[in-house]
């Protein structure tokens, strides 16, 4: 992806709505050359074309939106793909960066992809990696599916990582969820006591929702976040033996 789609991507975010005649002018290129980025761009998935404008992947519904700080997103997605090594296989949850993850790994053949979102399967229906898609009570709002079904299949399916979108997190809850069923999920997921890496960006922090991401026995250990991160977040999670991976929005890496 070169940095005329990056733009194009994040003006179409930030709007909603962006007409072809406009992003040619904010790009400086033509309309024609314009038409042929949002082909490419629709094709996977990152935004739809209508009749001479371009709109936003209604993404609400999958819990999360690539919202203003797509590059960093993505710079956070590629980072973490970076992590999965050959012939490995991998949980990926949901939400936006996740989902972005997902696209990094997708072209390799030797890795398999492990999901409760049918959002995430939907973008690797031509992908070269193998995909599992568990079971479950499949959740409309979110495309995801939860509940005993899904804990039994986490139970049942083995990876060797896990890759978690958080809502929010707070030194005095740990790592939190909005939505009750997925964080029975999430829970179900640490349960196994693989390596589970929280994968967010740096707004979740100071936030507090109802449900804990947390067992008695295990929690999260590593943690994949961008340099905004604040700094009384970062001692506590460190004095709490967790890792964290700050990336910069030009990819800049500092593990702690």
């Known amino acids: 992806m070169n940095a005329r789609h990056q733009k194009i991507i994040q003006l179409v975010n930030d709007k909603g709505s962006v007409s072809v005649n406009e992003l040619s002018q904010l790009t400086g290129v033509s309309e024609v050359t314009i038409r042929q980025d949002l082909t490419a761009l629709e094709r996977e998935n990152y935004l739809k074309r209508v009749h001479g404008s371009a709109i936003a992947m209604d993404l609400e519904d999958v819990g999360a939106r690539m919202n203003t700080r797509f590059p960093l997103k993505k710079n956070l997605a590629e980072y973490a793909a970076s992590l999965v090594k050959d012939g490995e296989s991998v949980f990926i949850e949901g939400g936006s960066t996740n989902a972005l993850l997902a696209r990094s790994l997708a072209d390799n053949p030797s890795i398999t992809l492990v999901t409760v979102s049918h959002y995430i399967a939907q973008l690797l229906k ?27 299949c986490i139970q049942h399916v083995h990876f060797q990582k896990a890759f978690i979108g958080v809502d929010g997190w707070h030194k005095d809850t740990g790592f939190t969820g909005r939505n009750m069923m997925r964080s029975d999920v999430v829970c179900a997921l640490l349960d196994k006591g693989i ?50 991976d700050l990336i910069h929005e030009a990819a800049a890496i500092k593990s702690l």
């Not at 009570?137 to 939860?146: M, N, R, T």
């Not at 008695?216 to 033996?241: W, Y």
């Open 126 to 152: 031509n992908a070269r990696c193998e995909v599992i898609v568990l079971g479950g009570l499949y959740q409309k709002g979110s495309e995801s599916v939860v509940g005993p079904l899904t804990r039994l």
């Open 195 to 244: 390596e589970a890496i929280a994968l967010t960006d740096s707004s979740k922090f100071g936030i507090i929702h109802p449900y804990p991401l947390s067992t008695e026995n295990h929690g999260f250990r590593h943690v994949i976040t961008d340099s905004l991160l604040p700094e009384n977040a970062l001692k506590c999670m460190q004095e709490q033996g967790v890792q964290v």
